[in-house]
């Protein structure tokens, strides 16, 4: 009785908060009544934020489009997908992979099927130790870059990324179902240390897939009248899709990229993507960027963490703030804590670490 009070003491509490979330990134419908409502979705909630979202990464990306060549703007527009072989000069390129590979440093770790991911998030501690690295994303080509595709001007967030494939000898991944991350645009890129060949599981993209088209708007809003009954990823708003029905909404075949070493992929991951499947045990090590933000802003600019200081420690103080939450019983750590580690050291098999959100 009690227990059934408190419970709907909190729901009402959190109704002025779930309402804002409506103007906000905020995208599982099954963790806010509003972005879940049939009534709100039928009446088109879900697909006109979708809509709208597009609208103003259009306007922000055309104030930022002087930051950046036209080639890589017009293969962005086109594709949602920007590849760049030999990104860095050879010397340079060579300094970056010694550095992050001879790295050290506190990293956290989640495993999904057989395939553990391993971030060590670039900390000021951790970037002073990686001269190189800090001169490439500092630089304003680099910034300018991930800027348009991320349709702000914003800090990403950095991260040496690791995944590491056929851990405990299992070859299953959910990352490998092509998804859309976001309603929104919002942006991934990696910078790869080793070739990724076609058997060890290279990033997967359906190009075009980044234009909320009339037919993916008709699907977004089919999509938000159904999610209950479909995936876990899905009903928090990361919407999978199958081949048949990517290739119904007219976007063609999503296509794997093998990349060689020094190959930069930045790719606006509301387009629908995934991991490729890795036929044979692999690692994969990139200096990893990702950059979200309130999609429903006018502006490109005024984002705190366009400041270095702010950029360099938003991954540690998100990561603190869950780990309290955590221990106040308010939800799961985010991954686990591994302690200080190498990006190319061997994988510990994670697969019973059930408590921590991927
Ligand atoms: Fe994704």
């Known amino acids: 009785m009690l227990a059934s009070l408190l419970r709907s003491i909190r729901r009402t509490a959190m109704v002025p908060w779930h309402l804002m979330a409506i103007a906000t990134s905020s ?29 103003l990464a259009a306007s922000r990306r055309a104030r930022l489009a002087r930051d950046l060549s036209p080639e890589d703007a017009a293969a962005f527009d086109r594709d949602g997908i920007v590849v760049k072989p030999d990104f860095l000069p050879p010397d340079r390129f060579a300094r970056l992979k010694a550095e992050i590979e001879a790295l050290r440093a506190p990293a956290r770790e989640v495993q999904q ?4 991911s ?6 000021p501690a951790v970037l002073a130790q990686l001269p190189e690295t800090r001169a490439l994303v500092n630089e304003p080509g680099w910034r300018g870059l991930l800027n348009y595709v991320a349709s702000t001007r914003h800090g990403p967030v950095l991260f040496i990324q690791t995944i590491i494939s056929h851990v405990g000898g299992r070859v299953d991944d959910p990352q490998t179902e092509l998804h859309s991350d976001t309603f929104y645009p919002s942006m991934k890129c990696w910078l790869y240390l080793h070739d990724v060949a076609e058997e060890d599981g290279p990033f997967v993209y359906a190009p075009g897939s980044h234009r909320a088209t009339p037919r993916r708007l008709w699907w977004e809003r089919a999509r938000s009248l159904s999610w209950r009954g479909g995936d876990e990823h899905s009903g928090r708003g990361s919407l999978r899709v199958s081949a048949e029905m990517l290739r119904r909404l007219g976007y063609g075949a999503a296509r794997a990229y093998p990349v060689r070493a020094n190959t930069l992929v930045i790719a606006d991951t509301y387009g629908f993507h995934a ?18 933000r309130n999609p429903f802003l006018p502006w490109a600019g005024l984002s705190p963490t366009s400041l270095d200081y702010v950029r ?3 991954a540690v ?11 106040l019983g308010l939800g799961r750590p985010y991954m686990h804590d591994a302690g200080a580690v190498r990006p190319g050291d061997p994988a510990m098999d994670r697969s019973g670490d059930a408590r921590v959100d991927a």
């Not at 972005?35 to 597009?54: C, E, F, I, P, T």
């Not at 099927?113 to 553990?116: M, S």
């Open 27 to 55: 995208r599982s419908f099954a963790h806010n009544p509003f972005l879940g409502s049939d009534r709100l979705n039928r009446w088109g909630l879900h697909a006109r934020r979708v809509a709208m979202a597009q609208r």
């Open 317 to 327: 103080a998100f990561w603190a703030i869950r780990d309290t939450l955590a221990r």
């Open 275 to 292: 991991r490729g499947p890795s036929a044979r045990p692999s690692v994969r090590i990139a200096l990893w960027a990702q950059g979200r």
């Open 312 to 314: 360099d420690r938003q």
């Open 118 to 123: 391993r971030l060590i998030p670039l900390s």
């Open 113 to 116: 099927g057989g395939a553990l």
